[in-house]
C-alpha cells in the first residue's frame, strides 16, 4: 500500500538488504528470513524458539 508507515516497533530497522524476502522479526530484530513467510518463521523459531515473530514481506524498492 503506497505510504504506508512501518510499524513504531520497526523504526530504525534498516531491511534494504532483505529487499524480495520476507522476514520474521523478534524483539525489534530480524530473526529468520526466507523467500517465503513459513520459511521465515521456521527460520526465527529456530533462533528463538520460546518468542512468536511477526512476519513481514520487504518490497523491492521501484528506485532505479
Known sequence: ????RPPQSLKG??????????????RGRVAGVGLTAREARLAAKRNRPKEEPKILFVPQSKEG
Open 1 to 4: 500500500m503506497k505510504g504506508r
Open 13 to 26: 530497522l534498516d531491511l534494504t538488504p532483505y529487499a524480495g524476502r520476507w522476514v520474521a522479526i523478534v
